[in-house]
């Protein structure tokens, strides 16, 4: 199945370019193309694509407006948004639209695909997510009595005893006659901020659920969920063919469910166990005990914990050296996007995580620390970051100070300290992909430059336009990384291209201005004699006689 494209875009020619470019990638076609808002509302509607790819400037609306309007009628797609360096609020202001994705323009080929890539894997897995979601429909229509009657919360509360007080149609919810069964409380700690799940509501808790691979545990072993709090719940376990190994199987399932978890959605989830029974009578007890390991869980890198028959305590961990992991994780990625706000962010975090910790654990935050700021050195060293003295010695002297503070100094110094290092290091990244931006732009204008000398409108504003940038940011753009101003950069390559014409084509003097994109011949004469010394015709005369060379040196101006 291929997912269907709409582009707006009101450049009709870099609209098209994209078009046939997307059309030879697998999964996706383009439905529609749009040169303006309007039209591309009208496209949205008709077609319904998955993916829209809008510009931000569009004559007869905007693409804010033209998300706002997919958004007030319920029109839901995958959405980037393209855009010029000088639109980044209009992005901002997109985001809250639900958009996530962007380009800013130049883009290359490869650019675009791998951020259409990116959205067709979100749209499978949406895709799965819908499947699963069927999955659970069918399983909750069948027993929907135990949904509806909260059966599972009377029998784990002790409200219901005995199986005759429960009437024959809520007994085919539940397997009764199961062989073992064992209760396990569950927490979820939603690092992405997800506020969609609450689990204190049913609905809520069921479409969390289809998330779970329903052959994790096997044909043979059943399981329910109890809401328990907002990022909570119970799995009510049933195993219908055996007992023997059935603990092995559930913490095998278990631990696969919560490393599945983590690499596709980015959830960490942990799990207290209580005992293994042989019966549902016993299901409170098991309850009971897999509440207090719950209740006394201290976090690990392990993600299941068990009660302890013989002692009756929680197989308590030492540390909290997962949740330490990945916020030092999302530090070390934002500094290499060069997001110093959400960098510092995450430290805060880390901090206060260091801060709960024992105090014999305070060598370990020591060691995590350096290690940090170590990685984050290797890095800047690797990709060349670093390009200058002062910048290698300004890093160096934090570098060391940091080491020195995280032995002898106190929190508050710690903190400082590394917010300023973290500043530091987000502006060098920043810096060096803003002029990795620039090389691409300068190589663009000098190609539009190079494509359009025969065109007399070509100008500083033309060409802006063409980019999507302010004129000012373009020439000033222009002059850094060419080395020479705009006007000048045109004339003499104008001047260049009309010396190869009149040298080795037998094009009158008249029709050579025009391809140099000079209207007026004697606007072309004057400045060709200006940079030349000479008249066209008379360095035509003189070629064709054969007393000049054929190439002929720009006359520069003199340097002031």
Known sequence: MSYKILIADDEINIARHMEDYLNTLPDVEVAAVATDGKSAYEEAKRHRPEIIITDICMPEMTGLEFLQRLREDGLKAKILVISGYDEFDYVRQAMSYGVKEYLLKPFSPEELSEQVEKLVGELDQEKQLEQNLEFLKQRSDRSDKLISGYLLEDILGRKCRDISQIDQLQRQSFPFEAKAFCVCMARVNFYRQDSKWNFSFRDSLEEFTVLFDKKIFGSAIMFFTVPAGNDCFALVFANTVRNRGFREELVTGLNHLANSMKKYYGFLIYFAMGNICENWEKLPDSYEEALYVFKTLVLSDTSVYSYNDEQGRTEKPTDMSEEIRLIRDGILMNVKMGN???????????????????????????????????????????????????????????????????????????????????????????MYLSKNRTDKLSEQLKYIIQTNLDNEELNIDMVADMVNLRPNYVRQVFREKVGEGFVDYVVRHRMEKAVKLLSGTDLKVQEIAASCGYGNQQYFASSFKKAYGCTPTAYKKRCAEGKEERQWQFLKKPEK
Do not use: H, T, W
């Open 340 to 430: 110093e706000a959400e960098a510092k962010e995450q430290l805060e975090l880390l901090l206060k995580k260091y801060v709960m910790l024992p105090s014999q654990k305070s060598d370990f935050m020591m060691i995590s620390l350096a290690e940090m700021v170590y990685e984050i050195n290797c890095f800047l060293e690797k990709k060349k970051y670093i390009n200058s003295i002062g910048d290698q010695k300004n890093l160096n002297s934090f570098y060391n100070d940091i080491n020195s503070r995280i032995q002898f100094g106190n929190y508050m110094e710690i903190r400082a300290l590394l917010e300023q290092y973290i500043s530091e290091c987000s502006r060098l990244v920043a």
